[in-house]
């Protein structure tokens, strides 16, 4: 694993995305404390990765299971006829 400060992301960027291409995490550091990574990420990947770390995504799924555990769903045959009825 190779640790960079912000003076080295800054002037050795290709250098160490190439490291992280290369399946070799990069930790960031700022003033000393690790502050971020990078990471390889393969077109395959991207997807997943939005989902994950989407704020509105994670916001959706904290919302639905409120209403799980309020019971407050439908199924999804109810569902679907009422969409077809619109």
Known sequence: MKVANTVE??????????????????????????????TSLSEDDL????????????QMVAEAEEDRKAKRVTTLKTYQAKRRTR
């Open 9 to 38: 992301l800054k002037n050795k960027t290709n250098a160490l995305l190439r490291h992280a291409m290369n399946g070799e995490p990069v930790i960031i550091t700022y003033r000393g404390k690790p502050a971020a990574s990078i």
């Open 47 to 58: 997807e997943d990765f939005v989902l994950e770390h989407s704020q509105k995504i994670k």
